[in-house]
């Protein structure tokens, strides 16, 4: 368990956040995190779908389960969340 810094470029939002996560993390936490900051203030809820993450500009997301601390995510890197069908 370790504190670990990322920058959210959530789907829709105009804002870049710092959002802290944890090391122990899977990818829908992380995703819930960054949600929490942008999701009901400038981004619209979307009921039934889920949100995913990728690298900044990459084309494949990352597996849902996949702990933070076992990828190749650095610190302070952007990420990309997205609203993807369940």
Do not use: W
Not at 4 to 29: A, G, K, R, W
Not at 69 to 79: N, Q, R, S, V, Y
């Amino acid at each position: 368990m370790a504190l670990f810094p990322i920058i959210s470029n959530f789907q829709y939002d105009f804002v870049l956040q710092l959002v802290p996560v944890d090391t122990d993390n899977t990818m829908d936490e992380v995703a819930a995190a960054a949600a929490h900051h942008s999701v009901g203030r400038r981004v619209a809820p979307q009921p039934g779908k889920v949100i995913r993450v990728r690298r900044q500009g990459a084309a494949e997301f990352y597996p849902r389960t996949a702990r933070l601390g076992t990828t190749d995510i650095k610190p302070m890197e952007a990420l990309e969340f997205i609203f993807c069908e369940a």
